[in-house]
């Protein structure tokens, strides 16, 4: 018997040192793995940088709200005239906020708008007047996505322009500036 016994305990050691061995070794795979699959190594994070005070600047932007109040206010001015119109809002940096196609606007009025926005923000000053500094400088047209024609007027904060609006589609510059006023007064209004 005791032979028997000796042959178990061989056979246990051999079996329990095997299933140590294949534990160990399945171990180093499972960190191997577990090490790979973690999350990459983080790369160096770039060093936060604070600048002055005096590097920096802070301004003022039209609301959504306040560049369609805006719009709308120019769009029903030109209505009660029956003018078919196009009202444009630009921000600071000439992107669009705000368009009202009003009924019955001719398409060209579309671009026509923005443009005069544009202008009259870039410039600080309603597009009539400056389409009389062409005349001492007229290769001020040439400048991409601007249009020297009346019909746009520029909203400002204190003294910095904040905002454009452009009208365009009225059978004159004028009218189109007329309302294009009419909008930048409904936001002096507080509306």
């Given at each position: 018997?005791?032979?028997?016994?000796?042959?178990?305990?061989?056979?246990?050691?051999?079996?329990?040192?095997?299933?140590?061995?294949?534990?160990?070794v399945?171990a180093?795979?499972?960190?191997?793995?577990?090490?790979?699959a973690?999350?990459p190594?983080?790369?160096p994070?770039?060093?936060?940088t604070?600048?002055?005070a005096?590097?920096t600047?802070?301004s003022t932007?039209l609301?959504?709200?306040?560049?369609?109040?805006?719009?709308?206010?120019?769009?029903?001015?030109a209505?009660?005239?029956?003018q078919?119109v196009?009202?444009?809002?630009v921000d600071?940096n000439?992107?669009?906020?705000v368009?009202?196609?009003?009924?019955?606007?001719?398409?060209?009025?579309y671009?026509?708008?923005?443009?005069?926005?544009y202008?009259a923000v870039?410039?600080?000053?309603?597009?009539?007047?400056?389409?009389?500094?062409?005349?001492?400088?007229?290769?001020l047209k040439?400048i991409?996505g601007?249009?020297?024609l009346?019909?746009?007027?520029?909203?400002?904060?204190?003294?910095?322009p904040?905002?454009?609006i452009?009208?365009?589609?009225?059978?004159?510059?004028?009218?189109?500036?007329k309302?294009?006023?009419?909008?930048?007064a409904?936001l002096g209004?507080?509306r």
């Amino acid at each position: 018997m005791q032979h028997k016994a000796r042959k178990f305990s061989a056979r246990v050691k051999v079996v329990a040192t095997a299933a140590a061995a294949l534990a160990a070794v399945g171990a180093g795979v499972a960190g191997a793995v577990s090490a790979s699959a973690g999350t990459p190594a983080a790369a160096p994070a770039a060093a936060v940088t604070s600048v002055r005070a005096k590097a920096t600047t802070t301004s003022t932007h039209l609301t959504v709200d306040a560049a369609t109040d805006a719009a709308e206010a120019a769009l029903k001015a030109a209505r009660k005239e029956g003018q078919r119109v196009t009202v444009a809002v630009v921000d600071r940096n000439g992107n669009t906020l705000v368009t009202l196609r009003g009924d019955g606007a001719g398409p060209q009025s579309y671009d026509s708008a923005i443009k005069k926005a544009y202008t009259a923000v870039s410039w600080n000053a309603p597009t009539s007047q400056l389409v009389e500094r062409l005349a001492s400088a007229p290769t001020l047209k040439d400048i991409p996505g601007t249009l020297f024609l009346a019909g746009g007027a520029p909203v400002a904060h204190g003294e910095a322009p904040i905002a454009g609006i452009g009208v365009a589609g009225a059978p004159s510059g004028d009218l189109d500036e007329k309302f294009a006023r009419a909008g930048v007064a409904a936001l002096g209004d507080g509306r």
